[in-house]
């Protein structure tokens, strides 16, 4: 799992072709901490098939403002450098493994 990348690494990771999963979210936000662990969770689980990105709406404001993220967490499931599925606010566990199961 990457947390708070470049914009550059971000959009090489797009434009690989692997899938990608994007958390953004604050440290102040607590729904954000109750889904980081299983956030993460997922990440080590996945790391083989997708790439995982954690992105601190205050940390990467470009990254945010490019995805219209207005709410957090919002978590962003990209397939073929498009967004295809999207999870606004926090999910249990088997909500974001089917979602992810969606994009590989």
Do not use: H
């Amino acid at each position: 799992m990457i947390t708070n990348p470049n914009l550059d690494l971000f959009n090489a990771a797009v434009s690989s072709g692997k899938p990608v999963v994007v958390d953004f979210n604050a440290t102040w936000c607590g729904p954000c901490k109750m889904i980081a662990p299983i956030f993460e969770e997922l990440a080590e689980q996945y790391a083989d098939r997708a790439e995982f990105f954690s992105v601190d709406v205050d940390e990467c404001e470009d990254l945010a403002i490019n995805f219209k993220v207005r709410n957090i967490p919002t978590l962003l499931f990209i397939k073929n450098g498009e967004v295809v599925s999207k999870q606004v606010g926090a999910a249990a566990k088997p909500v974001l493994v089917e979602k992810i199961e969606g994009i590989l």
